[in-house]
């Protein structure tokens, strides 16, 4: 069953002029009522991401999501993602199993390494170590959900012996998603692993990932696992307006300077309006136009790829919350029937 979500970082608005940072205040109660809005369109499923800096205003996906089973009562409530290789997995698991119990079993766990780096000198770990600590953090927090008394050693903690974690789920087992970039043993871990994977796809040609999405496909049926549990998706920065033109010039500013500040920090040349108009063609890597124009990108990309499931990425730069809860609905009122309706 195709599922049709939307994802966000909690981006903080910035002044252009000024360079004043919105409040993180303002931001996180706009995102409430964006969320409400998702949640009375039948939107399926919300994912909010984890960052550790100044322009984002969520560091703790759980604390909101959280807030936010209090006022939903059918969407999925998960990260976007939890950076599990930075943070304790029996508390990481305590937190999803309690944002469970308050959304009467909606919440979900979206494993991944994080796009930025600041939180490893933030809890005490050595970027030397990125690829352990993800790999064994993944091993504890899966066993942490598959067992009700856990053993288990590793190199970055002590060990658990015969250790019962509390509180439990309401569901049997929390949903726990690994979030891929383009790492080939990534997706091939997580397909033997059985777990179902999510696709960033933020640069480039939309289509270069099938050759990603055939491993992940290969690795998961050689693992044994069963056909009927399979599921994968895909992650792409998006925004949606009444017309094609009008809201994808509307739009640059805020995705051109998220994308400098960004690159600021990674050496990337300045953003150009090329490299967004060349995203938008049909096929890049960006889903920003009106209803029937991404429409039709959003099941060419489903049916190429056979995806169980689509988050647009909405925040990049932090479009003003008028300009969110419309984009939104017309997320949830237009594109969202109409994709669905294709693959009945």
């Known amino acids: 069953m195709l599922e049709m979500g939307i994802g966000m970082f909690g981006d ?3 002044d252009r002029i000024t360079g004043k940072i919105q409040s993180p205040q303002q931001r996180l109660q706009e995102i409430v009522e964006e969320v409400k809005l998702m949640d009375e369109l039948g939107i399926d499923f919300f994912g909010i991401g984890e960052h550790h800096r100044e322009d984002y205003a969520v560091a703790s996906p759980e604390i909101i999501l959280a807030a936010l089973a209090t006022v939903t009562k059918r969407i999925k409530l998960g990260s976007a993602v939890s950076v599990i290789s930075s ?5 990481l ?6 944002v469970d119990l308050l959304s009467n079993g909606r919440a979900e766990i979206m494993a991944g390494r994080g796009s930025f780096i600041e939180s490893f000198p933030l809890f005490g770990y050595e970027l030397k170590d990125y690829d352990e600590l993800f790999s064994e953090k993944l091993d504890l927090l899966l066993q942490l959900n598959t067992h009700e008394v856990v053993n288990w050693s590793g190199r970055f903690r002590k060990p658990l012996v015969n250790q019962s974690i509390y509180p439990q789920p309401k569901q049997e087992q929390l949903p726990i998603w690994i979030a891929v970039g383009g790492t080939p043993q990534s997706i091939i871990r997580a397909g033997k692993l059985g777990l179902p994977v999510m696709l960033a796809i933020i640069g480039g040609e939309w289509q270069n990932f099938e ?3 055939e491993l992940y496909h290969q690795a998961y049926h050689d693992s044994g696992h069963p056909a009927e549990n399979y599921q994968i998706g895909v992650h792409m920065h998006s925004f949606f307006g009444e017309h094609s033109p009008n809201i994808a010039d ?8 998220q994308m400098d500040r960004i690159g ?3 050496n990337w040349p300045p953003y150009q309006r090329s490299h967004y108009d060349f995203g938008r063609q049909p096929y890049g890597h960006l889903i920003v136009g009106d209803a029937e124009e991404s429409i039709e990108k959003i099941i060419s990309i489903i049916e190429k790829f056979g995806l169980t499931r689509f988050s647009a990425h909405l925040d990049v730069g932090s479009p003003s919350h008028k300009q969110m809860m419309k984009s939104i609905e017309i997320y949830g009122d237009k594109i969202l029937p109409k994709v669905k309706a294709a693959f009945q």
């Open 211 to 213: 050759g990603l999405v």
């Open 93 to 98: 698991y305590q937190d999803f199993a309690t």
């Open 264 to 266: 600021k920090s990674r």
């Open 250 to 257: 509307w739009f640059y500013p805020f995705y051109s300077a």
């Open 12 to 14: 903080l608005q910035i």
């Open 87 to 91: 943070t304790d997995p029996v508390k």
